[in-house]
């Protein structure tokens, strides 16, 4: 059974920093890309990063220039660096992965989600 954990979300002031990780386990042959979304209240979800297996990457515009997004593919890990967050940028940030099993079939995989909050 594949789980992907998430940890780093919290509570921070305007201009500060966050990190948020997401392990992925359980029977993965390997995973192509991995991404963050996140969904505000009332809100749909949205992308707000993604990074392919050979490391290129996509940023939503509102995010570009403040997060970056990487990955160790040894652990099957992703990350989500967060600089001068906003308080636009609270909201529960999921992970999400397309992981391939053993059968060469790709499912694509959501974390439970963490909750980050920027204070004005």
């Known amino acids: 059974q594949v789980q992907l954990v998430e940890s780093g979300g919290g509570l921070v002031q305007a201009g500060g920093s966050l990190r948020l990780s997401c392990a992925a386990s359980g029977g993965i042959f390997s995973i192509n890309a991995m991404g963050w979304y996140r969904q505000a209240p009332g809100k749909q979800r949205d992308l707000v990063a993604v990074i392919t297996s050979g490391g290129s990457t996509n940023y939503t515009d509102s995010v570009k220039g403040r997060f970056t997004i990487s990955r160790d593919n040894a652990k099957n890990t992703v990350y989500l660096q967060m600089n001068s967050l906003k308080p636009e940028d609270t909201a529960v940030y999921y992970c999400?992965?397309?992981?391939?099993?053993?059968?060469?079939?790709?499912?694509?995989?959501w974390g439970q989600g963490t909750q980050v909050t920027v204070s004005s």
């Open positions: 999400n992965a397309r992981i391939v099993f053993a059968s060469l079939h790709e499912y694509n995989r």
